[in-house]
């Protein structure tokens, strides 16, 4: 999975320390798969995934929409050359200060999934188009969806119905099937549900134009995922099933398989050991971990694979650890993970699949590590 | 719990955003307790706990000993005041050029739980002081203690015969019952382990001369925990138990304990809403949350008091939830948390007990926010 490229930079370039390295090409080339794949479909980046200015200006340039958490999101898509006519402001959760600075930048679609965030949209954002966000359940996602967002489709109606007497645009629903989504029909019941509120809302006399699909497209980490081609067949089928041949505006939101493979995390071994004469297993200790960047292991959910030197070498179950002095900062220990028998401190370790959701959750300074290092090439 | 020099801060500083006061008198308090409470032992200060150079200046200047993490730790130990001699490179994961640097530095004692980490220190820092960590079962404790740091008390001995064979000093033992331990005598078993190290130690002609017996002093979050006093004569009590008139010299390192009621962090309430309709209880959003500095409600393990003006109204549950757009920031869910019925959006809300493992552990830009600001007064 680590692209000749990235080799090739940890080779001639050698940086100290953990560092991530994206290789922009496999960036380009997951964008284009996308619009292949879903070809009606509008692209929103979600920015979150990985904010470097680098990703930023290569989506912006090949045509890519900008899904934003926050005002500095909405100002870096701007600065990477992106119009605000492509930027939703895609938080459910929003001060109404942040609403009227998105506002006054030029941002006119947002996210809301309650009546109190119609109001302050309403009133920082007059006019501006909502699409609200429903509830699904998430099965079959890798990484934990909670009832933080969207609210049931029946309310859904309700919140639309509301903005559109305040006086904005009622523009669509949106939905987030879980990420790292690995069943390609995860979406049809979500669009079956927005089907409802589609019709619920038309017989009070508005008409959405609008269904914002989300994310939850995965990135390869240890299995194998379905091709965007496949979940793309899926979703028109899907779309077809249950809008007919009046399909609306879609928007998909695509962020960690934009740029989940690629990245890749180097690493070192700083220390491996046992707790007693008795282990069965080693204890093996990088110097990244779960506050350096690696924070979606939290409860062992994302499983990243390693590449050593050494795998062709016999393999041993070992626990993985970070650096830190945080006992919590265990990676693996539950679910244990084979690595080489013969794995020597100061082996370099390459963690593959690591582009997305890992630079900018890194802590700032925990234990007095630095924050982890990022390269786009 | 807030005293009144920080509500007189946000009274009259007005800062925005979420932010971290810290009162230095508070700090002082508990050092001077400490200090009280166990007179005959070394305070070594866990600077990962909260490394405000305003905090590490402050303890310098008391008379205090540093904990440190990292190599930058050391650092900003060695600018706050502290001498060389003062500091203790308490991580058992060292990089062998770290402990090369630290050495260089000055710094003479170190923490080992492995024969191969008293390989790199006998290599990089040759006739240092080494201390072996020995593995407790954290019972009792609210912040998990994995197995990750420590090794059997068997292993310890070999351990530290080992050093010794490699001309290191071989110092003590040392410990860690575990973060927010609120058993006064959860440090009992251990000292008798300890005492056995010490005692197998001595049949093979090495005398050891210190236990380290860690950090684990709580802060006040909801519930009472015991004084500084309490803990101190029942440790004193055990120390006197398992080595008699022969008492060593003894290091505890406190972090939590030391700057944890010392803090408060300022937050805004941006979003109250339901998902239903039928909905019993609110979800409440802040505009802080487990990306934003507080990671320890990772599993909703610390449970921090919040404070409000409405605090004198008619209380409900609901759920707390941190303002990104990521599923897993939510605070209490399983454990929801009682706020004011009456509480509003764009209310402020003060959570106290925040000065310890708070700024730090912050994300350096997750959804585009901005690191939790700091300021000590």
């Not at 795998?311 to 084979?338: H, I, R, W």
Request: proline letters at 5%.
């Amino acid at each position: 999975m680590t692209s000749q490229r990235i080799l090739d930079f940890f080779k001639t370039r050698q940086p100290e320390g953990p560092c991530l390295v994206v290789d922009l090409d496999v960036v380009a080339g997951n964008f284009k798969a996308f619009r292949h794949a879903l070809p009606d479909s509008h692209i929103y980046y979600a920015v979150k995934a990985n904010p470097a200015p680098e990703v930023l200006r290569l989506l912006a340039g090949l045509g890519s929409n900008f899904d934003c958490a926050s005002v500095a999101e909405i100002e870096m898509a701007l600065d990477a050359g992106a119009t605000a006519a492509r930027i939703s402001f895609g938080n459910t959760i929003k001060k109404e200060r942040d609403v009227a600075r998105a506002h006054a930048l030029g941002v006119n679609l947002f996210a809301v999934d309650s009546h109190e965030e119609v109001e302050k949209i309403a009133r920082a954002a007059p006019g501006a188009r909502v699409f609200c966000r429903v509830l699904t359940n998430g099965e079959g996602a890798e990484w934990p969806l909670s009832r933080k967002f969207g609210c049931v489709p029946q309310m859904a109606v309700d919140v639309l119905v509301y903005a559109h007497q305040l006086g904005l645009e009622s523009f669509g629903v949106s939905f987030h099937v879980g990420s790292q989504m690995t069943k390609v029909d995860a979406w049809d019941a979500a669009l079956a549900d927005a089907k409802r509120v589609f019709v619920s809302l038309a017989k009070q006399g508005i008409e959405l134009k609008m269904v914002n699909m989300g994310g939850g497209f995965p990135t390869k980490y240890l299995k194998d995922v379905p091709t965007a081609q496949a979940y793309g067949q899926a979703i028109f089928a899907s779309l077809s099933r249950h809008f007919g041949n009046r399909i609306p505006m879609t928007i998909i939101e695509p962020g960690r398989g934009m740029v989940g493979n690629a990245g890749v995390i180097k690493s070192e071994v700083v220390l491996i050991s046992k707790k007693s004469d008795n282990d069965e297993h080693r204890w093996v200790f990088l110097d990244i971990g779960k506050f350096g960047g690696l924070a979606e292991t939290m409860d062992e959910a994302i499983r990243y694979p390693i590449r050593t030197e050494r795998d062709a070498d016999d393999m041993g179950l070992c626990v993985l650890a970070g650096p830190t002095c945080d006992s919590a900062d265990v990676m693996y220990e539950k679910n244990m993970y084979p690595l080489p028998l013969s794995l020597t401190i100061g082996d370099e370790v390459l963690i593959e699949g690591t582009g997305a959701y890992t630079t900018t959750y890194s802590a700032v300074a925990f234990n007095g590590f630095e924050p982890l290092k990022s390269y786009c090439i």
